[in-house]
């Protein structure tokens, strides 16, 4: 049986075409693809790549200025933080959430906009597996090009489950019958029609935003459109941690915002959701509400 799309260049001594991460005495991150008969060059002299070619990973090559690298292949998390960028890319800790909370199995039927430069797409690509299908939309096509590059540059060859459009997502959305709906857009309110044309009963539409104005935009529209489930938003923070002898603490800096994310569930055809016991408390739609369904008055009270 051959092996999922990109397996092959994640384990085994270091081949030809590999991407490797090297860790300097400092700590700092330089990353290469390895080529035969080349040198790479540092400001700490120069190593040949023939001398990590064959190697298992976890070796450590010494430059001609005498400094030592440890050479790694790149995890995910590294590589989609280090690979060139057209658009913000989603962080490795909300991916995460997202292939946690949008419940993204193997041969999973997606859609995912906007692309960006495709960061999220090759967590989905990695988590659908080949048999699964991800069709992905991207309104700009220099986008597009980079979030291809990217891809097939982690998988080490066009993978067999990804289809890249360029387009909006709204105009241009073609699927039926569709699992799972990701949105990392600055408007994803203007694509929730078409999202639930898309998705079949029971799927789930995820969106990922920055901002408080653009989460509750979201929340409200999926409420008046009387369709989803009631929108679930959330957000995670990571501390990572110092810990030396007796000072055991959180790190001083932290990546303290990135965005929020929100979930739903599409309802079956003509089915409204069940009326919301608690109703939201007096004053939170008042006069000065202006949001998605503010001519209605209060949406959760009809
Ligand atoms: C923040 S980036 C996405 C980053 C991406 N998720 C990643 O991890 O690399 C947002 C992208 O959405 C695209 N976009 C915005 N609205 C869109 C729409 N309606 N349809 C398709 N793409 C859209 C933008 O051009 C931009 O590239």
């Known amino acids: 049986m051959s092996e999922p799309t990109g397996t092959a260049r994640r384990r085994g001594p270091f081949q030809v075409g590999d991407q490797v991460q090297l860790t300097d005495p400092k700590g ?3 990353t290469f693809t390895l080529e035969a008969g080349k040198a790479f060059h540092t400001h700490k002299g120069s190593f040949q790549h023939d001398a990590l070619i064959g190697a298992p990973e976890g070796t450590v090559v010494r430059s001609t200025g005498n400094t030592d690298y440890l050479a790694l292949r790149p995890l995910l998390p590294d590589f989609v933080l280090s690979m060139p960028r057209g658009a913000a890319v989603i962080y490795p800790k909300d991916a995460g959430q997202i292939l946690a909370m949008a419940d993204i199995f193997a041969g999973a039927r997606v859609v995912e906009a906007g692309v960006g430069s495709g960061a999220l797409s090759t967590f989905l690509l990695r988590a659908i597996g080949d048999s699964g299908q991800l069709a992905s939309y991207e309104r700009r096509q220099d986008f597009a ?3 291809r590059k990217n891809v097939e540059r982690y998988f080490g060859a066009p993978h067999p489950a990804w289809k890249l459009t360029v387009g ?45 104005t653009q989460l509750s935009r979201t929340v409200e529209t999926m409420r008046v459109m009387n369709c989803f489930t009631e929108p679930q938003p959330f957000e995670s923070m990571v501390r990572s941690w110092h ?32 009326l919301r016991r608690r109703r939201p408390s007096k004053g939170s739609y008042g006069d000065d509400y202006a949001g998605p369904g503010a001519e209605a008055g209060d949406p959760a009270a009809s």
């Open 168 to 212: 909006d997502l709204q105009d241009n959305l073609v699927e039926t019958d569709v699992d799972r709906v990701i949105l990392d857009m600055l408007a994803p309110w203007e694509c929730l029609d078409a999202v639930y044309k898309a998705l079949a009963p029971g799927g789930l539409v995820c969106c990922y935003v920055a901002t408080t």
């Open 28 to 30: 700092r991150h330089h």
């Open 243 to 274: 810990v030396e002898g007796l000072a055991v603490r959180p790190d001083h800096r932290m990546i303290g915002h990135t965005g929020f994310l929100v979930t739903a569930r599409r309802l079956a055809d003509g089915v409204e959701p069940p």
């Open 145 to 147: 090009d980079i979030a």
